[in-house]
């Protein structure tokens, strides 16, 4: 299976510079301090923007994008059931006569 890729390829330069900028500077750091915990967990958040660069695709962006055509879907079916319930209350009033005492 095919990952499709979800960030364009200047994106994916930068997360490639930025996560082995970051990825040098927390190893450096866990270096100096190896009982530190948020250095290994830092170093292991670079070496995944290093990973997503590399692949083209970033998990967070396509859950963006998920979220936001099912949003977009929802207000479309929202706006059809809303305009068939004007129709159908648009042809009710013309259908019905009123009454007129001359």
């Given amino acids: 299976m095919k990952v499709q890729s ?10 490639i510079t930025c996560g ?9 750091k866990m270096v100096r301090r190896p009982y530190k915990q948020s250095y290994i967990l830092m ?3 670079a070496a995944m923007k290093v990973a997503e660069g590399i692949v083209r695709y970033c998990p967070m962006t396509a859950m963006y994008n998920t979220g ?3 949003y977009s879907e929802a207000m479309d079916n ?6 068939s319930f004007n129709d159908d209350m648009t042809s009710k009033d013309s259908n019905e006569q009123t009454y007129n005492p001359s």
Avoid: E, K, P
């Fill in 78 to 83: 929202m706006m059809d059931t809303a305009s």
């Fill in 43 to 45: 170093a292991a958040l």
């Fill in 68 to 70: 936001q055509s099912m």
């Fill in 6 to 15: 979800n960030i364009g390829i200047i994106n994916a330069m930068l997360r």
């Fill in 20 to 28: 082995l900028t970051m990825l040098a500077y927390f190893t450096s």
